[in-house]
């Protein structure tokens, strides 16, 4: 990541708040059979968990997969995905597709 990130962590956050998007699970195919998607916990936020990946916070990404806030999707939430064509909150923070299923969307 550019330096600046480092000094400056707004710059870099404002950066991925720009990356993240609407997608639907049907064009994330790809990147879920290559084992690169990591769903994240709506209790969570996307950014700041997008974020601590970026500047390689391993302590934070540690804590939050000890305790199952992030985690590959399961084959069977992968497939009921896939069926109702689920859109997900998504941002790529290299080698990763981090998605979010938020609360509004769990009707």
Same mark, same amino acid.
């Given at each position: 990541?550019?330096?600046?990130?480092?000094?400056?962590?707004?710059?870099?956050?404002?950066?991925?708040?720009?990356?993240?998007?609407?997608?639907?699970?049907?064009?994330?195919?790809?990147?879920?059979?290559?084992?690169?998607?990591?769903?994240?916990?709506?209790?969570? +936020?996307?950014? +700041?968990?997008?974020?601590?990946?970026?500047? +390689? +916070?391993?302590?934070?990404?540690?804590?939050?997969? *000890?305790?199952?806030?992030?985690?590959?999707?399961?084959? *069977?939430?992968?497939?009921?995905?896939?069926?109702?064509?689920?859109?997900?909150? *998504?941002?790529?923070?290299?080698?990763?597709?981090?998605?979010?299923?938020?609360?509004?969307?769990?009707?």
């Amino acid at each position: 990541m550019n330096e600046n990130f480092a000094v400056e962590p707004e710059v870099l956050k404002t950066k991925i708040t720009a990356e993240t998007a609407r997608i639907s699970w049907l064009e994330l195919q790809k990147f879920y059979a290559s084992g690169a998607v990591l769903q994240v916990s709506a209790r969570l +936020d996307l950014v +700041d968990v997008a974020y601590a990946f970026a500047v +390689d +916070d391993k302590t934070q990404v540690a804590s939050w997969l *000890a305790q199952h806030q992030i985690a590959r999707v399961e084959p *069977a939430e992968a497939q009921q995905w896939y069926e109702q064509k689920t859109e997900l909150w *998504a941002v790529v923070i290299s080698p990763w597709v981090l998605v979010q299923k938020t609360e509004r969307d769990t009707h």
